[in-house]
């Protein structure tokens, strides 16, 4: 594959999907009909390196994710979920940044790593706020990784997996 072809190294949840994807895939460019299911991002853009991203997950372990609240980035209109706990999340960004120093998290645009998974971007973000908020808690098991590639302007396809451990 191309090395301009972009990579995202992401955590899916597809137990969230029927709440999530919706909303996704009328707001945002990265919709799961272009091939991005809901998750939560630990590394994009990324490396199309499997090997080395399989050397820095290796002895990962599967674990509960819940997502009680709905939360706002204040510079943009993106609404989305936080997981709890968020640390995992962290910890697994923080290892592939130290891995692959010129990829930062989210191409350096953020000064901080925030997990979290997007529902919605721009004017639906109330309406989506109103349907969710009851439906909170979500659970979801943080079970494996997946290494996205963009095959073209908005499409992408699974490139890789990385299961976790289960205990």
């Given at each position: 594959?191309?090395?301009?072809?972009?990579?995202?190294?992401?955590?899916?949840?597809?137990?969230?999907?029927?709440?999530?994807?919706?909303?996704?895939?009328?707001?945002?460019?990265?919709?799961?009909?272009?091939?991005?299911?809901?998750?939560?991002?630990?590394?994009?853009?990324?490396?199309?390196?499997?090997?080395?991203?399989?050397?820095?997950?290796?002895?990962?372990?599967?674990?509960?994710?819940?997502?009680?609240?709905?939360?706002r980035f204040a510079a943009t209109s993106t609404l989305y979920l936080a997981p709890e706990p968020a640390q995992p999340f962290v910890a697994l960004t923080e290892a592939l940044v130290a891995r692959f120093p010129d990829w930062p998290p989210y191409g350096g645009i953020h000064d901080a790593v925030v997990p979290h998974m997007t529902v919605t971007q721009g004017p639906a973000r109330d309406e989506a706020e109103a349907a969710l908020a009851p439906a909170l808690p979500l659970r979801g098991r943080a079970c494996e990784a997946v290494l996205l590639v963009e095959v073209e302007p908005g499409r992408f396809e699974q490139a890789a997996r990385f299961p976790f451990l289960e205990s």
């Open positions: 594959m191309s090395s301009e072809l972009q990579h995202y190294l992401v955590v899916p949840f597809p137990e969230l999907a029927n709440v999530v994807e919706p909303w996704l895939e009328r707001s945002t460019g990265s919709k799961p009909s272009g091939g991005v299911p809901a998750h939560v991002t630990l590394l994009a853009p990324c490396p199309d390196d499997a090997e080395a991203i399989a050397d820095v997950l290796d002895g990962t372990r599967a674990f509960a994710v819940e997502f009680p609240q709905l939360r």
